[in-house]
Structure formats: structure tokens, C-alpha cells
């Protein structure tokens, strides 16, 4: 343990990833200004090479990408972030890598994890001298209080006990920078095999037998990753027969059967085709009509909600950005000047009646006007005739999206996923800031769902891949509302993808006792079964369920020893069911601060959730928070 009589003040941060590792950048650039020359110990902890972390671990396949453009990341603040404490100008992921990119834009999550690792050598080594740095290559257990810090709520010391059986040390401030925690899944039944949830885990899909029926829930990110490694992976090749011509998938004759669906049933849209800037990347533009400015007033607003009154400002801003772009790159689509329609959307933006009306007269052909709802769920209130039929629907979906994404006029979804991306930025800052109480936290989450749909998908090469997948076979798409349930099976023999149109009703239920005939003394083999109310009377049955997502944060099922400790003895709590933020941990506000179960915050503890990459020369909200963070940990009491 460190030296209790030592008058250092001591800093603990618990996981070292991209947040963390900025974290203590900003707590390095502000020590000359903050703390002076006095003696100051930086304490990290995470059993995993700090700056990447486990996420961005540098010993990954090669075949796991980043689906965001390695040009526009950064974990370095430049002169376009207001904050307190100075700037630090440094380079773009792209602009520090030797390898190649992936899709001209995309570096692999491993020679991410490599940028990220130079990135926290880099700010520790050219830390002050005053800074004493300690690593601990361990997972933090347990955090327990000494008496002189056990007054409610104070800036006492902290023993952090960790798990490498290293003495425990003390800290005066501690900041939770865990990232995704991982939740206990729930077991497979006997005879079944179930992955997930949880990133892509190349040991355990090593371990899935060539030619098994493996069902998938989940089509985004995670799904992506697990086809890469059980396809490319496995020997299997694409291949372009005729330049600019389609993809087509080369199998190696080791890869499983994937039977896929989820809650909407079609695969995230890939990201637009990116294109570098042909000048120094400026700023973006300010948002239209989802300001800061006008959130904040609707938002005080007595009994105001964020679905009644922020989702609407939104909403105006996507419109806005996407007939813009229309009007722009595709005016013979158009029947009606872009001053003129600016003009009347300005008025009629709070109408949204009115605003289609004039979305109906300035554009005619309707496939081109925004709409939401059919973006956000295409396969919403479809019947199909047959599983052929769903694969076909969604193969042409695939393609439609390529192309909308991909071609000459690529430029409308490109300001749709800009115009989400400026907003959702403007609503983390007012979640930062605490200006969202937890249920409108939680509707805001709910909300934006869509824009984690409609923006975050993989590269586009990814998703031409995968269409040639469910071409050659390998991925068969389950259909939206998918429904997975453990029955007894059929006596099918695994691997031979059996489809039975009479075992099961269109939810999944099993009907009538256990269906099928034996498979040997011992009775029917169990099986996964999935079917979607798209397509009544279809089955898949497969012996593994792969998990093909993240889970869901829940702190009653959360594995790290170090949370589990602090929820069980009250001093981390959550938010209540009735405000709609059930799971949510209850935090203080602005200060990020948890609040345990009597309502007391623990101002010397600091909860960093996870966040995305910061584009550069944006003002980011990722480094604003993360220098208010590091201010308040070195400001003196």
C-alpha cells in the first residue's frame, strides 16, 4: 500500500481504453496550470495494455475493422475544443498509421489498438515531472473506504484492492473508465451450445464445427465481425468477376450454416462511400433547427418530455439536411427552388403535417422524400409467402442500400448520417451537462436508436460481403421479430438445416408437447428454434445460438467484480423502473458523479461511460467532458 502519511494526492482510474487513456491526457495537460510542481500519483488500472484496452487489443485478427473512418478519429484535442485546459494537436488514426486501410477508409481494430497505445505512451511520457505513474496490469475488486473517508459523500481516502494480489493502494479520487461491461448471459440448456452476447470471440467461433446450423440474433456490428471470422476466416474467399461487377463468395467448405435475424430483420445500412476531404477539414456546420440553444428552452418547459419536445426538433433537422442534399446533387428531382423551400421549412418546420405537405409538392417521386419510419423498420407490417421470398426482399434491400450509399447520388445519405451525427451530439452534450433528467435520458435513448441504426453500420465493402453471403448461401435471413426458444427437436441430424413449416406457430412457440420423433433412447434431440411472424409456419432449427450483440446494461447481472461489489452494498445504485431508466445508473449530473441508494453522491468518484471516437476539429463533447472531468479531479477542495 502506498505511504498513508505520503502528501501526494493520489488518482485512480479503473480501465484504461480510449476514454480512460484521454482522461489522463487531460489530467497531464492540466497539472502545470492546476496542481503546479506538488507531488501528484496517477494510478491505472486495467489488465490490459493500457490505451487500447481490451476492445482495441493489438493481438486481434486482422479480419475485425473499425467502421468508422480512420480520418475522421482522433484522440487528440485540437484548437476547436472549448475548453478549460490547453490543446493538444496530434494526429488522425490515418494520419499516424503505416498500414493499409481497409475499403480506402477502415483500419483494423488492432492497428487502432496500436495508435492508442503510442497515443498513452506518448502523453505519459512527456507527463510533468511532479507525476509519479503507476500501471497496474490488474482488474480493481473491490473499493473500500478508510475511516478517515467514511463521512457520506466525502473526499476521503480509498483502498483499491485488486485482483493480481499486489498490495492494495490508496486513492483520494477514483474514475470508473470500465467501458461496456460485460453481463452474465443466460446458460444454454443441456445439449445446446450458445455464444454471446458480447464482441465477436474468435476462440469461441473457432470452436463451431464446419456445416453446424448456428441461428444468429443480431445483424449489426457484432454479426458483421462473427461473418468475417467464420467465412474469410475459414478459408473462404470473395471474389469480383468482372470489374465493377458484383461480389461473389468462394466457400472453403468449412464455414457453418448462419440462420439470421432480429428485432427489425435487415442488416444495419453500410456507411456512405467515404470521400476525403479535397481541403483541411473545417468545422462542421452548426445545426439548423436541434441547436443547444433551442433544446434547452423547449426542454424548460413545464412537464416537458424529449419525445414531445426535443425528438421533434430532430426530426425538422434530419428533413432539413436531407432535402438540402437533394436539392443540391439531384435538382431534376425537384420542382421547386431551394430558397423557396428553405424558406417555408423554416415556417413550417413545428407542423409536421404541413412539412409533408411541402415535402409532397417540391418533391414528387416519394421514394425520394425522407421517411423515418420506413428507414427505420422496411420490413414493418410484411407478410411473405415463403423463406424465398423474405430472401429475396432482402437481398434487393442489400442492394438497394449499396447503391443508395454507394453511388452518384450518395450524397442524401451522407447528410442524413452528418445531420444525425451533429444532433446526437447536441444531446450528449445536454445528457453531459445534466440537463436531462434520467427519463428523458431514457426517451432519448429510445429515440435515437434510429440514429445508431441509420449511422452506425460497417464499411461498405462489408456489406456488399455480406450480400454475397446470403447469395451463396451462407447467411439465410430469418425475418423481422425474430423468436428463439430452446424446444425438444426434431431427430433432424445437425448441420442438415432443416426448415419444418408445421412444428411451431408464427411467435415460436413449440405447439402441442414435444414435437418430432426420437432421435435414439435418450429422446428427441433439443434444438434452438427460430421463426418471425413475417413468415408464418417457417422454422430454423440449429443446436447453436450465437448472440450476435452487445447485452443490455444491467447492474443486476453485470460480471465486474468491482460493480457488484459496490451494488451490492448500496453505494452504486439505479435509476427507477417508473421513470422509464430502470438499469440506468443514478449519477449526479454534469459532475458524473454516482449516487448511492440513501441519495448521498460520492463527489470523489466519478462514473466515465463509454463514448464514441471523436471526429477531429468538431469541438467534441468527448474532449470537453473528459477536460471537465480531469479539472475537477485536480481542483483543491
Given at each position: 500500500?502506498n ?33 503546479g510542481?506538488?507531488p ?8 490490459y ?14 479480419l475485425?475493422w ?25 494526429p ?32 505519459t ?18 473499493l473500500?473506504?478508510t ?66 446450423r ?71 456546420a ?49 420542382r421547386?427552388?431551394?430558397p ?11 407542423d409536421?403535417d ?22 427505420a ?11 424465398d421470398?423474405?430472401q429475396?426482399?432482402l437481398?434487393?434491400?442489400l ?12 450524397g442524401?445519405?451522407s447528410?442524413?448520417?452528418d ?41 461498405p ?11 451463396a ?10 423468436r ?14 432443416a426448415?419444418s ?47 450476435a ?14 460493480l ?5 452494498r ?9 421513470d ?58
Open positions: 500500500m505511504d498513508p502519511v505520503d502528501p501526494a494526492r493520489s488518482l485512480c482510474l479503473i480501465g484504461c481504453g480510449p476514454r480512460g487513456a484521454s482522461i489522463v491526457e487531460r489530467i497531464l495537460a492540466n497539472v502545470p496550470a492546476l496542481y510542481d506538488r501528484l500519483d496517477l494510478h491505472i488500472v486495467d489488465p495494455p493500457p490505451g487500447a484496452g481490451r476492445t482495441w487489443r493489438t493481438d486481434q485478427p486482422g475485425l473499425m467502421n468508422s473512418a480512420a480520418e475522421q478519429v482522433t484522440m487528440y484535442p485540437d484548437e476547436s475544443v472549448e475548453c478549460a485546459g490547453p490543446p493538444r494537436p496530434g488522425t488514426t490515418a494520419g499516424w498509421l503505416d498500414a493499409p486501410l481497409h475499403d480506402g477508409a477502415y483500419a483494423a481494430r488492432r492497428d487502432q489498438g496500436r495508435y492508442l497505445r503510442h497515443f498513452f505512451e506518448t502523453v511520457r512527456e507527463r510533468p515531472a511532479s507525476v509519479r505513474l503507476h500501471v497496474h496490469r490488474a482488474r480493481a475488486v473491490d473500500r473506504r475511516p478517515a473517508g467514511a463521512a457520506p459523500g466525502g473526499r476521503g481516502r480509498q483502498q483499491v484492492i485488486l485482483d493480481s494480489g499486489q498490495p492494495p493502494f490508496l486513492a483520494d479520487r477514483v474514475v470508473f473508465a470500465q467501458g461496456h461491461t460485460d453481463t452474465l448471459a443466460a446458460p444454454a440448456p443441456d445439449g445446446l451450445t450458445r455464444i454471446g452476447p458480447g464482441p465477436a470471440d474468435p476462440a469461441a467461433l473457432a470452436a463451431v464445427p464446419p456445416g453446424a448456428v441461428l444468429v440474433r443480431g445483424l449489426g456490428l457484432v454479426f458483421i465481425d462473427c461473418l468475417a471470422l467464420l467465412t474469410e476466416g475459414r478459408g473462404g474467399r470473395f471474389v469480383r468477376p468482372a470489374p465493377g461487377g458484383p461480389l461473389r463468395y468462394l466457400p472453403s467448405g468449412r464455414e457453418p450454416r448462419l440462420y439470421a435475424g432480429s428485432r427489425r430483420g435487415v442488416p444495419l445500412p453500410p456507411k456512405p462511400a467515404y470521400a476525403p476531404p479535397a481541403a483541411p477539414m473545417a468545422a462542421p452548426a445545426p439548423r433547427f436541434a441547436t443547444v440553444e433551442a433544446c434547452r428552452a423547449v426542454l424548460s418547459r413545464p412537464g416537458a418530455s424529449f419525445g414531445g419536445e426535443v425528438w421533434p426538433l430532430v426530426v425538422a433537422e434530419l428533413g432539413w439536411c436531407h432535402y438540402r442534399a437533394l436539392f443540391a446533387g439531384q435538382p431534376a428531382r425537384t421547386m427552388s431551394w423557396d423551400f428553405d424558406a417555408q421549412y423554416a415556417l413550417l418546420h413545428p409536421a404541413r412539412l409533408a405537405k411541402l415535402a409532397r409538392e417540391a418533391v414528387p417521386d416519394p421514394a425520394d422524400r425522407l421517411d423515418l419510419d420506413r428507414l423498420a422496411p420490413l414493418a407490417g410484411l407478410r411473405f409467402a415463403g423463406a421470398d423474405l429475396r426482399r437481398r434487393g434491400l442492394a438497394e442500400e449499396l447503391r443508395r450509399r454507394t453511388g452518384p447520388a450518395s442524401v445519405a447528410a442524413l448520417v445531420g444525425l451525427q451533429r444532433a446526437g451530439a447536441v444531446i450528449e452534450e445536454l445528457w453531459r451537462s445534466g440537463e436531462l433528467a434520467a427519463g428523458q435520458l431514457a426517451q432519448a435513448l429510445h429515440h435515437f436508436a434510429l440514429g445508431t441504426y441509420l449511422s452506425s453500420g460497417p464499411p465493402l462489408r456489406a456488399e460481403q455480406l450480400l454475397a453471403l446470403a447469395e448461401g451462407v447467411v439465410t435471413f430469418v425475418g423481422p421479430g425474430m428463439v426458444s430452446p424446444v425438444p427437436g426434431d431427430g433432424a441430424v445437425p448441420g442438415d438445416g426448415v413449416g408445421e412444428a411451431a406457430a408464427p411467435g415460436g412457440e413449440p405447439l402441442g408437447g414435444a414435437p418430432g420423433g426420437p432421435s435414439g433412447p435418450a429422446g428427441p434431440i433439443p434444438v434452438f428454434r427460430a421463426t418471425s411472424p413475417a413468415l408464418p409456419g417457417t422454422v430454423h432449427e440449429a443446436d447453436i445460438l450465437l448472440d450483440r452487445l447485452a443490455a446494461p444491467d447492474p443486476d447481472r453485470v460480471t465486474d467484480p468491482l457488484r461489489a459496490l451494488l451490492s448500496g453505494e452504486l445504485a439505479q435509476e427507477r423502473p417508473e422509464g431508466a430502470g438499469g440506468m445508473l443514478r449519477l449526479s449530473g454534469a459532475g458524473l458523479h454516482p449516487v448511492d441508494s440513501t441519495g448521498t453522491v460520492h463527489r470523489d468518484r466519478t462514473i466515465a461511460g463509454p463514448a464514441q471516437f471523436p471526429r477531429p476539429h468538431t469541438n467534441a463533447v468527448y474532449f470537453r467532458q473528459n477536460d471537465a472531468i480531469a479539472r475537477d479531479l485536480l481542483a483543491d477542495d
